[in-house]
T-cell receptor, first 116, second 111 residues
Framework: NAGVTQTPKFQVLKTGQSMTLQCAQDMNHEYMSWYRQDPGMGLRLIHYSVGAGITDQGEVPNGYNVSRSTTEDFPLRLLSAAPSQTSVYFC???????????????FGNGTRLTVT | GQQVMQIPQYQHVQEGEDFTTYCNSSTTLSNIQWYKQRPGGHPVFLIQLVKSGEVKKQKRLTFQFGEAKKNSSLHITATQTTDVGTYFCAGPGNRDDKIIFGKGTRLHILP
């Protein structure tokens, strides 16, 4: 039972490089999301999706793009990496029972990204 | 935008002492969730509260949802070393279509 799978686990980028963080879930969850975690800042929502073909911005979307072409996959793209994007990134999914009463979020193991 | 404020940011307790973290929102929440993240790990769901004034218990953990559904608390009785980690509350965003986290409370247990 894989759950939410994130790749890679670690990544080092140089300023200006681009990359895609992969996220896949095998639970047929409608809702998927990306968070970044920085010391003292908690978990901040970057982008989220309530279903295939639908994405929306979270609290800190600048510098990141997402797409949701399938239910299973929700990649996060950094178009031009900056040192401020050094962080731990978590992908999470849930089956939305109904608005206002979410099912629990299932998190991946995270990707630790360093931008030099 | 929707904000969920959590205090304290850090808490050091002696093993065996009690611990409480508080979560407050400026607006009424339809529900609130609590998560625990062990050092180096990912957040893991603990519980969800939906009803006004709801109280739920999981062994030594007691979760409460305020009558006005604007605040919540997590209380741990007689802490153990296994309780070490960061505890997060999370609530729905303005349109109830996203989940916003508080900044978390990091619990340190002194032996």
């Amino acid at each position: 039972n894989a759950g939410v799978t994130q790749t890679p686990k670690f990544q080092v980028l140089k300023t200006g490089q681009s990359m895609t963080l992969q996220c896949a879930q095998d639970m047929n969850h409608e809702y998927m999301s990306w968070y970044r975690q920085d010391p003292g800042m908690g978990l901040r929502l970057i982008h989220y999706s309530v279903g295939a073909g639908i994405t929306d911005q979270g609290e800190v979307p600048n510098g990141y793009n997402v797409s949701r072409s399938t239910t299973e996959d929700f990649p996060l793209r950094l178009l031009s990496a900056a040192p401020s994007q050094t962080s731990v990134y978590f992908c999470a999914s849930s089956s939305t029972a109904s608005l206002g009463a979410y099912s629990p979020l299932h998190f991946g193991n995270g990707t630790r990204l360093t931008v030099t | 935008g929707q904000q969920v404020m959590q205090i304290p940011q850090y808490q050091h307790v002696q093993e065996g002492e009690d611990f409480t973290t508080y979560c407050n929102s400026s607006t009424t929440l339809s529900n609130i969730q609590w998560y625990k993240q062990r050092p180096g790990g990912h957040p893991v769901f603990l519980i969800q509260l939906v009803k006004s004034g709801e109280v739920k218990k999981q062994k030594r953990l007691t979760f409460q949802f305020g009558e006005a559904k604007k605040n919540s608390s997590l209380h741990i009785t007689a802490t153990q070393t296994t309780d070490v980690g960061t505890y997060f509350c999370a609530g729905p965003g303005n349109r109830d279509d996203k989940i916003i986290f508080g900044k978390g409370t990091r619990l340190h247990i002194l032996p």
